[in-house]
C-alpha cells in the first residue's frame, strides 16, 4: 500500500517489512469492515476478508463485492484451514 510509506518517512519508521503488510488484523469484525470498505473503496485495494479463531475459517463477503473480492476470501479462507 503505496500511501503507507509517506506515513512511515514522516514518523520514521524504519523497518524490512514497514509499509509491505499482506494482512491486516483487527480487533473487531466492525473495525474489519471499516477498514475492509475503506480499502476497497478509497485506495481501490484488492482484498479478501476471513474471520479467524472459529474452527473454521469463515469467508466474510459483503453483496456489494465485486467477484474478485469474493474469490479472494475464498482462497484466503482456505489458505487458512488446516
Do not use: W
Not at 41 to 62: D, E
Amino acid at each position: 500500500m503505496p500511501f503507507l510509506k509517506r506515513q512511515l518517512l514522516i514518523k520514521k519508521i524504519t523497518s524490512d517489512v514497514a509499509g509491505h503488510a499482506d494482512i491486516l488484523l483487527v480487533p473487531t469484525i466492525e473495525a474489519g469492515n471499516i477498514l475492509y470498505k475503506s480499502l476497497i473503496y478509497f485506495a481501490h485495494a484488492k482484498v479478501g476478508a476471513v474471520v479467524a479463531g472459529a474452527k473454521a475459517p469463515i469467508a466474510l463477503t459483503s453483496r456489494s463485492d465485486s467477484a474478485e473480492s469474493k474469490l479472494y476470501s475464498i482462497a484466503l479462507a482456505i489458505c487458512t484451514s488446516n
